[in-house]
């Protein structure tokens, strides 16, 4: 009942409620607030729209975003492809360390990019790389729980003065469709002395390594 009473006085004053003003707004906001005990921003967005609830931003109306710009998009693709396609988590810590190697190298940033590369999030780096990161193919790996319990892995800059310690990756080369048979790269590296070692499979088992 009170919920009827509170969108039967919504439903009269809307309508006025957008041609007054600041002031007299409060006032309303106020009475409502204090007769049905309900939250000022809750009112204000029933007041605000046509059927009640958050008013909805038409499409292509919204804010835009600080990193949708061709110069920014073409930088931040730049960084990604020179730091071997890492994915946003890792790019972001890696920004601050990679940035001034990359402009020794090929030439510095403006400000604005450089600053909008050290402060965009890893999420939203992601997002920007989406579409991008489908023209490199897929990625089949799926980690195990089994493995990844017995086989201690580390994501970070590895500290190893001892050889032994390996990296090892696999590459499908099979145009993204695992159907069929196909060659897989195996490389391997020596996490101290950085040899590496590349082989060529015919399949992806066990015994063919």
Sequence with gaps: ??????????????YRYRRM??????EVLKELEERFFVDRKYLMRLLAC???????????????????????????RKVWKITYFMCGRYLKIAMPDWLPAIEQKYGAFSLDVRERLLAISAATIDRHLRPNKAEHGKSF????????????????VWDISTPGYIECDTVAHCGGSMLGDFVNSVTTVDIASTWIEVRATWGREAVLA
């Design 21 to 26: 003003s600041k002031k007299r707004k409060g």
């Design 141 to 156: 790996t799926r980690p195990g729980s089994v493995i990844r319990s017995e086989i201690p892995v580390q994501g970070c």
């Design 50 to 76: 046509k059927q009640g609830g958050r008013p909805k931003t038409p499409a292509g109306k919204g804010r835009p975003s600080k990193y949708g710009d061709a110069k920014f998009q073409a930088a931040l």
């Design 1 to 14: 009942m009170k919920n009827y009473k509170l969108m039967s006085s919504i439903e009269v004053l809307k």
